[in-house]
C-alpha cells in the first residue's frame, strides 16, 4: 500500500470530522421525529417496564432495531438524548469503518476523502441523513462486517483471521436482525468474491472467511427463530417477517415489479438524491475499473452495490431514508478515485494532492454546512416531510410534551398522533400494535382485534384522535379501531388539551370521578 503520510497523522482530522458530525447532529436535538423512530422508542420504553415484544407489542419485521433502541434507552432514558445518541453513534462508527477500507484499499488520502464525504453525506436533511432511522445502525453494522471480512496485511499473523470472519458474521447477523432483507448485501458481496475471484492468489482463504461469516448468520438466525418458537411468539415474529413483508412489497406491486421499477433512472436515483449525481458516477467508474483490472476490492463492491440496489428496491417504496444505503458505497468510491488520481498524476507533488483533497472536503462540507446553517430543528421536518407530514410530527411533538406533566398518572391511547407516547414518556396500553400505521389489510385481523379487546377491557383515561379520523367512514385502521372503542366506551373531548390537528377525549367515568 502506498501512504501518501504516516497513518497516526490520518487520527487528528478523523478526530476533527468526529467532532463536527456530532456537533452538526446536536442542532438536531429537538427536532419533531417521525414515526418510525418514535415507535421504536415507545417500544423500547415499554420494554424496559417489561413489556414483551411480539406478544404485547407487535413488530412489523425483525426485533433488531428495537434492540438498538432499548440500549440507549436503558443506558439515557426515553428521550431525545436517546435518539440523538443512536444517531451520532451510529454516523461516527460508520465513517470510521469507511476510513479503514479505504485506507486499506488506497491509502491515507483516500481514508480522508472517504471519510469527509460520509461526514458530509450522513448529516442531510432533505435526504432524511440526519436522524438515525434504521438505516443507520444497518451501515454501521454492515461497513464494519466488511472491514472484518478484509485479508490481513502483508506480516500480520493469520491466526486470528477465522475470529475476524465470525464477528463479521455476527455484524452482518445484527444487520439483516434490524431489517432482514439487508441480506441481500453481503450475500451479493459474497457471491461476486465466489463466482468472480475465488481463484486469484488468496481467493479460497478469502471464501472460506465468507463461509465463516456466512454459517454464524444462519447459526444466530436458526438460534433467534428457536427461541422465539420455544416462547410461544414464533406465529407473531413470522407474521412480521414474512406476512407482512410480503403484503408491504405486494402493495407496490410484488418483489419482481418492484425491482423491475427501481431499474427506471427516477427510481434508482430519486430526485432528492440528484445532487449526489457526481458521486454515483463516480461509484460506477471505480467499480466497472476495478472489476476489468480484477482488483478485489471492486469486485466486493460491485456485489455490495448490486445488494443495496435489492435491498432499496424490494419495498417498493422511494423513501428518502431507503437511498441513505447508498452513502457508504459513495464516501469509498469518492475517496478512491481521488485516492487513485493522485497518486497516478500527483505522486511526485504530494501537496498538490493534499490542496486536491482539501478542495473536494471543502467543497462537500461547504454545501452542507450552508443547509444546516439555514434549516433549524422546527423546519427540518417540514423539509423532509412537507408541511401535512412535518406539520403531523412537529404537533404530535406539542401535544406530547403538554401531557407529560400528567407523569404517566392516566393512561395515554393515540390514533394518528404519531410519536405522542414517546413524547408524552408513557407506555402505550398492552397489547399495542402498531399495524395501526399500516394500511388496511397488511397484518391479520387478530392483532387489532386483540387491542380493540384490551381498549375496551381496560379503556385509557385520554385518547388523542386525529381531526382528520373524526366523522368520516375511513377504513384506516386507526379510524376504525376508535370507532368500535368509542362505540362501547364513553368519552368526551376536552378543551384543556389538542388543537386543530388533533382532538383529545377523556374518559367520562374518569371525568366525573376526577376531584373538583
Not at 39 to 50: E, F
Not at 147 to 169: E, F, R, T, Y
Not at 170 to 192: D, E, G, I, S
Request: proline letters at 5%.
Amino acid at each position: 500500500m502506498n501512504e501518501e503520510w504516516p497513518k497516526r497523522l490520518l487520527l487528528w482530522p478523523l478526530a476533527l470530522l468526529s467532532v463536527l458530525v456530532v456537533a452538526l447532529r446536536f442542532r438536531y436535538l429537538n427536532e419533531p421525529f417521525d414515526n418510525d423512530i418514535t415507535i421504536r422508542m415507545s417500544y423500547a420504553m415499554a420494554a424496559i417496564h417489561g413489556a414483551a415484544y411480539y406478544s404485547d407489542l407487535f413488530v412489523f419485521g425483525p426485533p433488531g432495531g428495537l434492540w438498538v433502541n432499548e440500549l440507549f434507552v436503558r443506558l439515557l432514558g426515553g428521550n431525545e438524548y436517546a435518539v440523538f445518541a443512536m444517531g451520532a453513534s451510529c454516523s461516527l462508527m460508520a465513517m470510521w469503518g469507511i476510513a479503514g477500507l479505504a485506507l486499506r484499499w488506497s491509502g491515507s488520502l483516500a481514508a480522508l476523502v472517504a471519510a469527509a464525504t460520509w461526514a458530509a453525506l450522513s448529516i442531510g436533511i432533505s435526504t432524511e441523513a440526519n436522524q438515525p432511522n434504521a438505516e443507520a445502525y444497518v451501515m454501521a453494522l454492515m461497513v464494519w462486517g466488511f472491514v472484518l471480512l478484509q485479508q490481513p496485511s502483508q506480516g500480520k499473523h493469520l491466526a486470528s483471521w477465522p475470529w475476524a470472519a465470525v464477528a463479521a458474521g455476527l455484524l452482518f447477523f445484527l444487520a439483516t436482525a434490524v431489517k432482514h432483507h439487508m441480506v441481500f448485501m453481503p450475500l451479493c458481496a459474497f457471491l461476486a468474491h465466489g463466482l468472480i475471484r475465488w481463484r486469484a492468489p488468496g481467493g479460497e482463504r478469502m471464501l472460506k472467511r465468507w463461509l465463516i461469516a456466512g454459517t454464524v448468520v444462519g447459526a444466530c438466525w436458526a438460534g433467534l427463530l428457536t427461541y422465539y418458537a420455544l416462547t410461544g411468539r414464533l406465529g407473531a415474529l413470522w407474521d412480521g417477517l414474512v406476512g407482512h413483508s410480503l403484503a408491504y412489497a405486494a402493495a407496490q406491486g410484488g418483489v419482481l415489479a418492484n425491482l423491475n421499477a427501481n431499474l427506471a433512472f427516477d427510481q434508482l436515483v430519486p430526485e432528492v438524491q440528484r445532487g449526489h449525481l457526481l458521486l454515483y458516477a463516480l461509484l460506477l467508474v471505480v467499480v466497472v475499473a476495478g472489476v476489468l483490472r480484477q482488483w478485489l476490492p471492486a469486485v466486493l463492491i460491485m456485489g455490495w452495490s448490486l445488494g443495496t440496489w435489492v435491498a432499496i428496491s424490494l419495498p417498493g417504496r422511494g423513501y428518502p431514508h431507503y437511498y441513505l444505503l447508498w452513502y457508504p458505497l459513495l464516501s469509498i468510491a469518492t475517496g478512491l478515485a481521488l485516492g487513485f488520481i493522485v497518486k497516478r498524476y500527483l505522486s511526485r507533488r504530494p501537496l498538490l494532492g493534499g490542496v486536491a483533497a482539501g478542495v473536494v472536503i471543502a467543497m462537500l462540507m461547504g454545501a452542507k454546512l450552508t443547509e444546516v446553517a439555514l434549516v433549524d430543528a422546527e423546519a427540518a421536518v417540514r423539509v423532509k416531510y412537507g408541511r401535512s407530514g412535518g406539520g403531523l410530527f412537529s404537533g404530535a411533538r406539542v401535544l406530547g410534551l403538554q401531557l407529560r406533566d400528567l407523569k404517566c398518572a392516566q393512561t395515554i391511547m393515540e390514533f394518528g398522533a404519531s410519536g405522542l407516547h414517546f413524547w408524552a414518556g408513557c407506555d402505550p396500553p398492552m397489547p399495542f400494535v402498531d399495524s395501526l400505521y399500516a394500511a388496511p389489510g397488511q397484518f391479520p385481523d387478530k392483532y387489532r382485534e386483540a387491542m380493540v379487546a384490551n381498549l375496551v377491557r381496560q379503556p385509557p383515561h385520554w385518547v388523542v384522535v386525529r381531526r382528520s379520523f373524526l366523522g368520516a367512514e375511513r377504513d384506516d385502521p386507526r379510524a376504525v379501531i376508535w370507532r368500535e372503542v368509542s362505540k362501547t366506551v364513553a368519552y368526551e373531548e376536552t378543551r384543556a388539551y389538542g388543537g386543530a390537528m388533533f382532538a383529545v377525549f377523556e374518559r367520562k367515568d374518569a371525568s366525573a370521578a376526577a376531584p373538583q
